[in-house]
């Protein structure tokens, strides 16, 4: 089945305490990203990578690394959690084939409380 | 500065009757237009989507949009909801090929019996 995976689904830490969350596509896709999701603003773009190896900063950057070493996954690093990352975060991924580039898939999310 | 707007942050409806979910986005020469829902504790599911041709789009349960250049506008509809089609919905905009997904802020659906 083509999905994209994302563990953990729920996480609750502390501050300072670093975490990854990691993310997993099976459909092959060159284009991944990761975005969080907060109440009354939608979804903000966070990182996103064209290729292995090729990864750009989205809209809100601040306090999150990544990394993109095989094509089929991409993590998202939290060095040192803050409160004001406590947020929904979903990781995304699109095709490299024409008709298909325009659209991502994205996986069931992660929850995660910082306290 | 490119910018999709959802203009209703929440529409209560009463099952059976129609809805319209509007969206805006800031205009462009070139645009890829989405709809996607999220229904409780879920991820976000592709709902419709716009490249090119035909202005109006369908989705398989209903739900239709159509593109309108003119007024920058890709407003969702359905002319008879259900109780299942309680969710969020988000309107999306692609700016170019490759380029960023520009997402609004959602707008709430409560469908009541």
């Known amino acids: 089945e083509a999905q994209v995976t994302q563990n953990p689904r729920y996480l609750i830490t502390v501050t300072g305490k670093k975490l990854t969350v990691t993310c997993s596509q099976n459909m092959n896709h060159e284009y991944m990203s990761w975005y969080r999701q907060d109440p009354g603003l939608g979804l903000r773009q966070i990182y996103y990578?064209?290729?292995?190896?090729?990864?750009d900063k989205g809209d809100v950057p601040e306090g999150y690394k990544v990394s993109r070493k095989e094509k089929r996954n991409f993590p998202l690093i939290l060095e040192s959690p803050s409160p004001n990352q406590t947020s929904l975060y979903f990781c995304?991924?699109?095709?490299?084939?024409?008709?298909?580039?325009?659209?991502?898939?994205f996986g069931p999310g992660t929850r995660l409380l910082v306290l | 500065a490119q910018s999709v707007t959802q203009l209703d942050s929440q529409v209560p409806v009463f099952e059976e009757a129609p809805v319209e979910l509007r969206c805006n986005y800031s205009?462009?020469?070139?645009?890829?237009l989405f709809w996607y829902v999220q229904y409780p504790n879920q991820g976000l599911q592709l709902l419709l989507k716009y490249l090119s041709g035909s202005t109006l789009v369908e989705s398989i349960n209903g739900f239709e949009a159509e593109f309108n250049k003119s007024q920058t506008s890709f407003h969702l509809r359905k002319p008879s909801v259900h109780i299942s089609d309680t969710a969020e919905y988000f309107c999306a905009v692609l700016y170019n090929q490759g380029g960023k997904l520009i997402f609004g802020q959602g707008t709430e659906l409560s469908v009541k019996p």
């Open positions: 995304a991924s699109s095709s490299p084939v024409a008709g298909e580039q325009e659209t991502q898939y």
């Open positions: 990578s064209m290729n292995v190896e090729v990864t």
């Open positions: 205009s462009s020469v070139s645009v890829y």
